[in-house]
């Protein structure tokens, strides 16, 4: 799993290990490391990525943002982003890719009916 609490050294050592799985707690508090001090990632989150997604206007939105949030509105910002991060690990490219990603694929930030209200929207928009 990308997006698990490993250091790179660990996984260097063995690529199956698997650590546990971020949460919103964990990336909320890697955030806040990336803000405070002068590095560039922290736990798997880029800086970039972070400040980039901060600064994104309504506007620019992407497609991943829009597939998530006309189905789960009222999703947390910090559960999107870890959903949107891991749909983009695992390949999704372009909305049609939407129609191979699995329940599985979104328990890294979903509860199961949330996951299962999006595959289905996702699923009919896709046909």
């Known amino acids: 799993m990308k997006y698990c609490e490993i250091t790179r050294s660990e996984f260097e050592a063995d690529p199956n290990v698997c650590g ?4 919103p ?4 508090a890697a955030v806040a490391d990336l803000q405070a001090e002068n590095i560039q990632s ?3 989150i880029k800086v970039a990525f972070f400040f980039f997604r901060a600064n994104m ?6 497609f991943l943002d829009v ?13 999107k982003n870890i959903l949107e991060e891991h749909l983009q690990s695992i390949g999704v490219e372009t909305y049609e890719d939407l129609k191979f990603v699995t329940e599985a694929d979104l328990m890294t930030a979903l ?9 289905s929207v ?3 928009k896709c046909k």
């Open 25 to 28: 707690v964990t990336y909320d």
């Open 57 to 62: 206007s309504d506007s620019e939105q992407t």
């Open 42 to 44: 922290v736990r798997g």
């Open 67 to 79: 597939a998530i949030m006309e189905v789960l509105p009222q999703l947390q910002a910090i559960n």
């Open 122 to 124: 996702w699923k009919q």
């Open 111 to 119: 509860r199961p009916v949330q996951a299962r209200k999006l595959l």
């Open 20 to 23: 546990p799985p971020r949460t």
